[in-house]
């Protein structure tokens, strides 16, 4: 089967029009929008004991809907997930001295809200399969100090959660979902985000439903509600207005990470459309997957037999040696053909500079207990996860393509892009390397 010369050899582009400009917003968001403006009340969260301590009649509404729509018992909006994981932190106790496991393989707030508390993030290393905490890399990464472990559903896909749960119940930790690119995805028959004790949710703008910017903690357990609830809002006025505080939260001081009632009504709305928005992304990622089979070199996105992916990212792996191009050409010929991708998602994030033990020694200030320089689980060097830095050097190519409003077309002419490169391939390589690339 030909499929024509590619573009960087001079053949038509597989896709002549840029992508369209993501959005999602539709009649619904806009009448709950409205409905707010008319009623005058923008917020309706007051920092005290009593009704209004838990927000305003759309985030309440809100909230009753997450828990209906992943079956938990308890939701609490805030500000963004970044302000969920501090709060779901928190609620797990971790503070001073205390280690929390994360994959270094994530947004950077996974880790940044474990230093927030004056705790020491531990990366643990990635399942090349999935792309999430390796189980055994969090085995052996346990210590003395170890409070929690938060496993990232990177892509939209379940890390190993019901291994971490049992680990994490096994030796009386705390497991927190960074569920914020993954609502609606399965881990077996369980939504993501609802097997940790607690899960995060992201409503920021590039996530599959969206407010601009918000996010929402579930949990099972109305202690570790009743504590996010008080990081959100200021919860040391209303401890003193308590007759008496959990022992546990003495110390606890709350932030203002609360979420308007505008924002609420977009996000009511957003929920409400989960499966409208996610369905295209499953659809169309499974086209891809077929497109791609059987091309040597290159692994679709793997999904455990009974558990579902949702494709906030379409994450596939490359073996240059086997495809017969680097990851760098593969790029380079793709943007030639008009279809988008980008390589290696982000660094390891222990290689920030905020990691740098020289960094660490000047500013005691910013999270006393993130530098243990004694303790041999904490690295921060390169190579201390070799999985996830081979990902981001090497392997691993992102499309963001799966959208709810893409179709089969957009997923068949990023098909026809690869499969153009790949017949080609030997011409393609001569190509660019004449031109001093590599
Ligand atoms: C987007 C994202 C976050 C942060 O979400 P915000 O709502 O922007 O704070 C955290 N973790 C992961 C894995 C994310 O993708």
Redesign the pocket.
Known sequence: MSTGMPAILGGTPARTKPYPPVNTLGPEERRLVLDVLDSGVLSDFVAHDGPSFNGGRVVKQLEAEFCARFGVEHAISVN??????HCALAAALVGLGDEVIIPPY??S??ATTVACLNATPVFADIDPKTFCLDVEDVKRKLTPRTKAIVA?N?FGGPAALHALRALADAKGLSLIE?N??GPGAKAGVDWTGTVGHLGVF???F??TIQCG???VVVTRDARLADRVRLMRNHGEVVQAQRPSIDPELEGLLGYNYRLTELQAAVALAQVRRLDELTENRIVMADALSKGLAGIDGLTPPYVAAGDKHVYYMYAFKIDEQKFGLSRAELKAALDAEGVFTSVGYVVPIYLYPMYRKSVAAKRRGFGAGIWHPSDASVSYEKGACPVTERMHEKELVLTNICRADLGHADAMEFVTAIRKVFEHRAAVRDKLRAHGGR
């Open positions: 963004s997930a970044t302000s969920g994981l994530t947004m707030a996974t990232v990177l960074d914020a690119q992201s409503l920021n590039h996530k910017e918000g996010g």
